[in-house]
């Protein structure tokens, strides 16, 4: 009986522990992106993925995106219903315009949050190459 009930408890502390790590993210860091083997862009913000199709960029975007990206919106893209699914933009110019924009910008909705601004952390050059990387990755709704 004593033992039954010692594993129980030792059952339901280990739960705990394992919901603490699964549950206990906390913030988390952005990581950096080397993309010194990609052509170099510049300062100034493209409208359009000078990227796109780019096999090296796209190898590095897919790193990228699931260093920064995939905590959020699911590995893959594919969300998980918590934030956009990032499988159905539009490709090419079509979801270039809206992609670099909440990249750059981030969401906040009556001061909350949704998305971080990553303008400033991340270069455009990396974002650039998750932007290439999200194409090989696009569904039909």
Not at 116 to 136: D, N, V, Y
Request: charge should be negative.
């Amino acid at each position: 009986m004593a033992r039954t009930m010692l594993t129980r408890l030792l059952g339901v502390a280990s739960l705990a522990a394992m919901t603490g790590v699964v549950l206990g993210h906390g913030d988390v860091q952005p990581q950096a992106v080397d993309t010194s083997h990609l052509p170099q862009i510049g300062e100034d913000w493209l409208e359009k993925n000078p990227y796109r199709g780019n096999a090296d960029a796209i190898e590095l975007g897919s790193s990228a995106y699931n260093q920064n990206c995939a905590r959020c919106h699911g590995l893959g893209g594919m969300s998980g219903g918590i934030a956009p699914d990032l499988r159905l933009l539009p490709v090419e110019d079509e979801g270039d315009e809206w992609f670099i924009y909440r990249a750059r910008n981030g969401a906040i909705r009556n001061g909350v949050t949704y998305m971080p601004k990553f303008e400033g952390i991340l270069s455009q050059e990396a974002l650039w190459a998750i932007r290439a990387w999200l194409e090989t990755k696009h569904v039909e709704e």
